[in-house]
């Protein structure tokens, strides 16, 4: 199996869908806002576990691309706002939507993603019964999406942030949304709640232990691959299961927090202590943990191809190196 095929296949559906669901409409600079990112691509992960549950619950995942596009333009609602908070001025290569619209604009395009996202979810041709489940579940996830990132920006302004606090951030920030996903598309699959509640289990667990990996990549991925500077995480002070768990263990670290005048050199003796401090080896192991109870999960279900692709697809959002 070729999980990029795999994903490209569905990835296909998904792009027509955007287009059909979302199309260019008056006022036009407003809808070429709100499609900029939607429109830029990338692996539709979301989309595609959406779309895997369904499958492997014994659902026609073509009757559920409303729904991953729904998912879909969520995701990209957060990046439209994340860049605007974060004064990030490019996204998936390009000049983010605050850059060529104005934040006026790119908080009114976020905001009809978001608004739309809901639109389509809630006219679906399926049970409503099913459909209300899933409203409710996107509001939910919607809210703490927002909680998570709040607790990010709060966490900038404090000294000190446990590892609890740290794993309640990336769960609300992160995984929640994949957790979602699966939900959603086993519930229009026609699954139980017991099926769906594990699907939901699976996407969360997966969810976490992608952003914690996401923070070692961070650290150990060479920048001609990372395409953005080696430890910017640290440079910048960012709250990290890393740099928590270095912290609270006296490992002092010259670069953390002090902002963009740091040296290459600078980033490897970083690096060097913490790997000696065993930091970075201590989130590696807590992501192959907290992975592993997620695929765990799955083992409600019979076996099918479906299900095959949803663990691979696991197993890439943890061990990718970018």
């Not at 095959?308 to 696991?314: D, E, G, M, S, Y």
């Amino acid at each position: 199996m070729d999980l990029m095929d795999e994903l490209k296949k569905r990835s296909v559906y998904v792009d027509k869908g955007i287009e059909e669901l979302l199309p260019i409409s008056h006022p036009e600079e407003l809808y070429k806002a709100s499609r900029y990112l939607p429109d830029a691509g990338g692996k539709r992960l979301r989309p595609a576990v959406l779309m895997l549950s369904t499958e492997a619950v014994g659902g026609d995942p073509m009757s559920v691309i409303p729904a991953a596009v729904a998912l879909e333009l969520v995701h990209n609602f957060t990046l439209v706002h994340d860049d605007i908070m974060d004064n990030d001025d490019v996204r998936r290569g390009m000049p983010a939507v605050h850059v060529k619209w104005g934040s006026e604009g790119a908080i009114l395009a976020g905001d009809t993603l978001y608004s739309k996202a809901f639109e389509i979810l809630s006219v679906m041709e399926k049970d409503p019964g099913s459909i209300l489940k899933c409203v409710a579940l996107l509001s939910k996830t919607c809210t703490e999406i927002c909680e998570g990132q709040w607790l990010d920006i709060d966490f900038e302004k404090r000294d000190i942030v446990s590892e609890e606090e740290y794993l309640e951030m990336v769960e609300k920030k992160t995984s929640v949304l994949y957790g979602a996903a699966a939900k959603v598309g086993a519930l229009l699959g026609g699954a139980s709640d017991e099926v769906a509640d594990a699907m939901y289990e699976f996407g969360r667990l997966v969810g976490i232990s992608f952003q914690i990996q996401d923070d070692v990549i961070d650290m150990v991925t060479p920048e001609d691959i990372l395409g953005k500077v080696r430890g910017s995480d640290l440079i910048e002070g960012k709250r990290t299961l890393i740099a928590i768990h270095a912290l609270n263990h006296g490992v002092e670290l010259e670069i953390f927090g002090k902002g963009g005048s740091v040296s290459p050199e600078q980033i490897d003796e970083a690096v060097s202590i913490l790997e000696d401090s065993g930091s970075i080896k201590y989130a590696q192991d807590l992501s192959t943990e907290t992975l592993e109870r997620g695929k765990r999960m799955l083992d409600i279900l019979g076996d099918s191809e479906a299900k095959n692709i949803l663990l691979a697809v696991a197993d890439y959002m943890v061990t990718r190196n970018y």
